[in-house]
T-cell receptor, first 122, second 113 residues
């Protein structure tokens, strides 16, 4: 079973509809993230959460909201979808307490991604 | 200046070739550096972290030059399975007591038989 899962995997919706994308993880990580990826633009951070009670805006949070229902669950909502929110959305997790590797380097912020949700807003 | 810049490619190389990707970053406060690999329509996956002294993992070698704010990835003896987009990733203090990752747009590699 995948460690980071996203539902749905594909969604087509209409302008103005409310959409929720869900992310679950079994890695036991405390940190979770939502990104969007557009062709030619790379990954952009929408929101991130370092703990159940912690929510932070990323670089492109306008038009989005999130909820961290539990350590293992982080959902992204589009309250009123618009066509320029058509993109590939990724959830990711990381561990704030990673082990030291043999070089003495603490591999902070290594992120593990879910399979992505392809969202199309018509 | 963009925070993390990469040559988008595509790099089309024959099997067995050596290929190098470069990446520059603008935030001198960055402390952690990574290369991720992303296959078409798939999620990014960590390829390797980049250590200050440089590091090697099989056919892959990563180098960091903090003075020039420059990261490189060298792939030796390219395989068909190396065909993917390679993302340069840098973290930086966000000003809120925590770090965020900044992703480059990626360099596309196609290894040709």
């Amino acid at each position: 079973d995948a460690d980071v899962t996203q539902t749905p995997r594909n969604r087509i919706t209409k302008t103005g509809k409310r959409i929720m994308l869900e992310c679950s993880q079994t890695k036991g990580h405390d940190r979770m993230y939502w990104y969007r990826q557009d062709p030619g633009l790379g990954l952009q951070l929408i929101y991130y959460s370092f703990d159940v009670k912690d929510i932070n805006k990323g670089e492109i949070s306008d038009g989005y909201s999130v909820s961290r229902q539990a350590q293992a669950k982080f959902s992204l909502s589009l309250e009123s979808a618009i066509p320029n929110q058509t993109a590939l959305y990724f959830c990711a997790t990381s561990d704030s307490r990673p082990p030291l590797v043999e070089t003495g380097f603490r591999n902070t912020d290594t992120q593990y991604f879910g399979p992505g949700t392809r969202l199309t807003v018509l | 200046r963009k925070e993390v810049e990469q040559d988008p490619g595509p790099f089309n190389v024959p099997e067995g070739a050596t290929v190098a990707f470069n990446c520059t970053y603008s935030n001198s406060a960055s402390q952690s550096f990574f290369w991720y690999r992303q296959d078409c329509r798939k999620e990014p996956k960590l390829l390797m972290s980049v250590y200050s002294s440089g590091n090697e993992d099989g056919r892959f070698t990563a180098q960091l030059n903090r003075a020039s704010q420059y990261i490189s990835l060298l792939i030796r003896d390219s395989k068909l399975s190396d065909s993917a987009t390679y993302l340069c990733v840098v973290d930086a203090y966000s000003g809120a007591g925590s770090y965020q990752l900044t992703f480059g747009k990626g360099t596309k590699l196609s290894v040709i038989p």
